[in-house]
């Protein structure tokens, strides 16, 4: 039975940035009431009542995969370890984006699907793409008697997708025989450590664990047999799922983190409810540090107009009070407004200069390249503020 165990309050589509604020746009602005929920079942976490797709997969879709070195790395990393370990003839990618993943691919082996018409238009230059939502249908259509994938890969998709069983009993169609399905997703036990509540937006409807992903794959004859920790979103898993008579075996690495998960008690709802706390607290700590540093006239930024931060100015109520604006490397981001609480969003170029004294880590996932690339900011006295995995003023 799901039981809810957080309240986000009314949030806007996390990536529907406002092209302006005038009275009529802001009139039309979509909000929804973002909780989230454990199903002491499955394990499974989930936004309780998700947004229907249609709203949030259109041609208007901002994110571009590859905007970020880190991102491009990683996918060129795990291309070529896939290519290595198994040795797929035929592949498909299940919400490509911008072509980041499947661009390490020879171009007659691959499959796209992606149901951003804008982002479909890129990769349909280079590849076989469907510019469709991943459902049964589309399965039969890509696969009824024809050669069957030997690697379907998806990252930061699968989580996004309200009914799982249509997407796996449509993954379980498609894939060949020892055919091996690998998803990348934000992990849950990561969530739960860094107290990263913004990571719950509309676009993530679960929070994958492996013992939530195990259940999954189970009841749809497939199952789970290795995962990774990877570094990517804050902390994600890597799950790598075949087909339930293929001949792989579970490897000893996933029995070490069903076993961590287990000890992190990630199968309790006390755990849950316990992060809801801490999640209270972030919140009155967050104000508390930026109302007195607005007391000594201080001007803060956020650097980053990210999803995640959808959520954290819109529960914690942060708005032009607080934030002059957004910086953004995202040109299609650029000009435009936050959803809900409508900062300004303007390039690093123009924003990231000598009058910022704090700069709020939106994209905190990105830490690392960030304070390497920052370090001019830093030395010239230059504070980053983060709220993983607790607020802090990074020194
Ligand atoms: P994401 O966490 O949803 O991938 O979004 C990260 C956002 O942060 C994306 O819009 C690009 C932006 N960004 C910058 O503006 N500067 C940077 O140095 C990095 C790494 C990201």
């Not at 497939?222 to 920790?229: A, G, K, P, S």
């Not at 967050?286 to 931060?309: E, P, V």
Request: hydrophobic letters at 35%; one cysteine or more.
């Amino acid at each position: 039975m799901k039981k809810k165990f957080l309240n986000l309050g009314s949030q806007p589509i996390a990536n529907s940035f406002l092209p302006n604020v005038s009275k009529k746009t802001i009139k039309k602005e979509f909000f929804y009431k973002l909780t989230v929920s454990f199903d002491d079942k499955d394990y499974l976490v989930s936004v309780t009542n998700p947004v229907n797709p249609k709203i949030q997969y259109t041609d208007k879709y901002a994110h571009r995969a590859s905007e970020s070195k880190t991102m491009r790395k990683a996918f060129k990393n795990i291309a070529l370890k896939l290519n290595k370990r198994f040795k797929p003839k035929k592949i498909m990618e299940i919400g490509s984006n911008d072509g980041v993943f499947i661009k390490n691919f020879p171009q007659n082996n691959v499959i796209a699907i992606e149901p951003c018409k804008n982002l479909a238009k890129i990769t349909a230059k280079k590849f076989k793409t469907y510019p469709n939502f991943w459902n049964q249908k589309l399965a039969h259509k890509i696969f009824k008697n024809k050669k069957k994938a030997d690697l379907i890969f998806s990252a930061n998709t699968i989580s996004h997708i309200p009914n799982l069983k249509e997407t796996f009993k449509a993954i379980e169609f498609s894939l060949s025989e020892n055919g091996i399905f690998v998803i990348e997703d934000p992990s849950l036990s990561s969530v739960v450590i860094n107290n990263s509540y913004d990571q719950f937006y509309d676009e993530h409807v679960y929070i994958f664990s492996a013992l939530a992903i195990s259940n999954i794959a189970k009841k749809n004859n497939l199952r789970l047999f290795d995962i990774e920790n990877i570094s990517t979103h804050g902390g994600s898993l890597r799950y790598y799922i075949c087909k339930n008579n293929s001949k792989y075996i579970i490897t000893k690495n996933l029995i070490k983190v069903i076993k961590y998960e287990k000890k992190k008690s990630l199968n309790k709802l006390s755990t849950f409810k316990n992060f809801s706390k801490r999640v209270e607290k972030s919140k009155k700590d967050l104000i508390k540090l930026l109302n007195k540093l607005k007391k000594q006239n201080k001007k803060i930024i956020s650097y980053g107009a990210t999803y995640k931060s959808t959520t954290l100015f819109n529960y914690c109520n942060i708005d032009k009070r607080y934030i002059d604006y957004v910086t953004d490397t995202t040109i299609n981001k650029q000009g435009k407004f936050t959803p809900g609480k409508h900062i300004p969003i303007i390039s690093p170029k123009k924003g990231f200069n000598e009058s910022v004294d704090y700069a709020f880590l939106g994209a905190w996932n990105f830490k690392k390249e960030i304070l390497k690339k920052e370090k001019k900011f830093i030395k010239r006295g230059g504070k980053f503020i983060t709220h993983v995995p607790f607020i802090k003023i990074l020194s």
